[in-house]
């Protein structure tokens, strides 16, 4: 595996490699969820580029930038054990200049849900992989579906700017219990951890729900909400998988997304239905 640090370096190294080009871009502190984005583009692509850069910008002041769990040689190990070919390892300063062009994201979806109580987040995040992903030039890039939100605007920005890259979704990964893999469940006490089950167990319910032929959204959030009652609830939605609002269920076409706060940490969590 090589280590780069700088686009420019990355750019001349990528121009030599005449290969298919999988692209796993993450904030490093590298889980079973990382892993399994990292497995996907190695099954379809002959060279696999992963990115390790806490972006600064997707961060709103007060936010958990400076604590952003990291622990470099660990990741470095499981890039290494994963047997990609480049770790790109940037710098801020290797990323950002001053007075930035960036891009804005929508008007609409990117302030709901995740963007409602971070409002310059989504713009922070496409601004980045859209640096990256010109950086790379990858045939594809990989994305967890957890971040379901992330996961439209970024397919958002690749359709609508016209952009040469496939975006390809990544099923999330659970914990034995049930917990969606984060880099932020590290923050979790042992009390939190088992609080945070409510999370998945609320989906459940929603599911169970669903099989026996409750499609009604506002019956099946009420109920979500009255379980996740003792947690913060930032949010929980059930829409079309283009994100609009919907009266009923319809399997195939739509996402269940709950968002808490379990002690200082923001959880996120959802079902494709
Ligand atoms: O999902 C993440 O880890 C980040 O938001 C991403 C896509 C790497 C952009 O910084």
Same mark, same amino acid.
């Given at each position: 595996?090589?280590?780069?640090?700088?686009?420019?370096?990355?750019?001349?190294?990528?121009?030599?490699?005449?290969?298919?080009?999988?692209?796993?871009?993450?904030?490093?502190?590298?889980?079973?969820?990382?892993?399994?984005?990292?497995?996907?583009?190695?099954?379809?692509?002959?060279?696999?580029?992963?990115?390790?850069?806490?972006?600064?910008?997707?961060?709103?002041?007060?936010?958990?930038?400076?604590?952003?769990?990291?622990?470099?040689?660990?990741?470095?190990?499981?890039?290494?054990?994963?047997?990609?070919?480049?770790?790109?390892?940037?710098?801020?300063?290797?990323?950002?200049?001053?007075?930035?062009?960036?891009?804005?994201?929508?008007?609409?979806?990117?302030?709901?849900?995740?963007?409602?109580?971070?409002?310059?987040?989504?713009?922070?995040?496409?601004?980045?992989?859209?640096?990256?992903?010109?950086?790379?030039?990858?045939?594809?890039?990989?994305?967890?579906?957890?971040?379901?939100?992330? $996961?439209? =605007?970024?397919?958002? #920005?690749?359709?609508?700017?016209? @952009? !040469? &890259? +496939?975006? *390809?979704?990544?099923?999330?990964?659970?914990?034995?219990?049930?917990?969606?893999?984060?880099?932020?469940?590290?923050?979790?006490?042992?009390?939190?951890?088992?609080?945070?089950?409510?999370?998945?167990?609320? $989906?459940? =319910?929603?599911?169970? #729900?669903?099989?026996?032929?409750? @499609? !009604? &959204? +506002?019956? *099946?959030?009420?109920?979500?909400?009255?379980?996740?009652?003792?947690?913060?609830?930032?949010?929980?939605?059930?829409?079309?998988?283009?994100?609009?609002?919907?009266?009923?269920?319809?399997?195939?076409?739509?996402?269940? =997304?709950?968002?808490?706060?379990?002690?200082?940490?923001?959880?996120?969590?959802?079902?494709?239905?």
């Amino acid at each position: 595996m090589k280590i780069i640090s700088t686009p420019l370096a990355l750019k001349t190294y990528l121009k030599s490699i005449d290969k298919s080009i999988g692209f796993v871009p993450t904030m490093g502190a590298l889980h079973e969820g990382h892993i399994s984005l990292i497995k996907e583009a190695k099954k379809s692509n002959e060279f696999v580029v992963v990115s390790i850069f806490v972006n600064p910008t997707q961060f709103a002041k007060g936010e958990d930038l400076l604590k952003y769990p990291s622990d470099e040689l660990r990741d470095k190990k499981i890039c290494e054990m994963s047997g990609i070919d480049v770790l790109f390892y940037p710098k801020a300063k290797d990323i950002y200049g001053e007075d930035e062009v960036s891009v804005l994201a929508p008007k609409i979806r990117a302030y709901i849900l995740e963007g409602f109580t971070r409002p310059s987040h989504f713009n922070g995040v496409l601004s980045v992989v859209m640096k990256l992903l010109n950086i790379v030039n990858p045939s594809k890039a990989y994305f967890g579906k957890k971040d379901a939100q992330q $996961l439209m =605007l970024i397919e958002l #920005m690749v359709k609508q700017l016209f @952009m !040469d &890259v +496939e975006i *390809i979704a990544v099923d999330t990964v659970r914990e034995n219990d049930g917990l969606a893999m984060s880099s932020r469940n590290v923050y979790l006490s042992v009390d939190e951890r088992e609080d945070a089950l409510c999370i998945s167990r609320s $989906l459940n =319910l929603a599911s169970s #729900m669903i099989s026996k032929g409750i @499609m !009604d &959204v +506002e019956s *099946i959030t009420e109920a979500m909400r009255e379980f996740l009652t003792p947690l913060e609830i930032y949010y929980v939605e059930i829409l079309s998988r283009e994100f609009e609002k919907i009266p009923q269920v319809t399997i195939g076409k739509s996402i269940i =997304l709950v968002e808490v706060k379990v002690g200082t940490t923001r959880l996120l969590d959802n079902i494709w239905l």
